[in-house]
């Protein structure tokens, strides 16, 4: 038995597995996401997709794992490679408003976090746990901006993370109901908000 070209293909089946609960989370989020529909949509038994996860709740965190993994190769990678200050900031957030618009059912990260408001557990712990390093990574951001000087040396960076935040929030929520230019809405807002605090 070739053991490098079985493992190859239990990840292959895996990545697959996860890719097809992302959509359906997507959807119709995370509670909505039963063995039953992901096993119909990969082709596969029950019990072959509880082999992968062991539990639904696993399957769960997991799909979260999967879409934090894929943001951070959409959206971190590429601003990281960008100049730091507000090149950065920019890409940075240029690239969230892109990764909500190219996701029309929703993102699983941004929805979840509303969908286990009040509902305290594993899957609401590891929702703010990955929102509360995305926000310490915008703080980071903007104190660069401010080194540069790019920004005011008075800029309140906590205050302008929670601001980017809510532009990303109220993007996810508006392109629900107003498909048209609520991503050239964002980044005008962005603009508007980033001329107000520069130097």
């Known amino acids: 038995m070739n053991l490098a070209a079985t493992t190859s293909k239990g990840s292959a089946t895996r990545e697959m597995i996860l890719a097809r609960a992302y959509a359906i989370a997507c959807r119709h989020g995370l509670e909505g996401l039963s063995i039953g529909e992901l096993a119909s949509a990969a082709g596969m038994s029950k019990s072959g997709v509880f082999a992968h996860f062991g539990s639904r709740e696993e399957l769960q965190l997991t799909v979260l794992d999967w879409a934090a993994a894929r943001f951070g190769e959409a959206v971190m990678g590429p601003a990281l490679r960008q100049p730091r200050g507000l090149p950065r900031l920019r890409a940075l957030m240029h690239g969230w408003f892109d990764w909500i ?37 915008l703080g980071k951001a903007i104190a660069l901006c401010i080194e540069t000087g790019e920004l005011r040396a008075d800029t309140d960076a906590e205050l302008l993370a929670f601001q980017l935040l809510s532009l990303a929030h109220g993007l996810h929520d508006t392109r629900i109901y107003d498909t048209s230019n609520t991503g050239e809405l964002a980044r005008r807002a962005l603009a508007h908000l980033l001329d107000a605090h520069s130097s």
Not at 106 to 135: F, K, M, N, T
Request: charge should be negative.
């Open 101 to 137: 618009c190219a996701n029309p059912d929703g993102c699983v990260i941004l929805g979840v976090s509303g969908e286990y408001d009040g509902r305290p557990g594993p899957l609401q712990e590891r929702a703010v746990s990955w929102l509360g390093l995305w926000r310490a990574q």
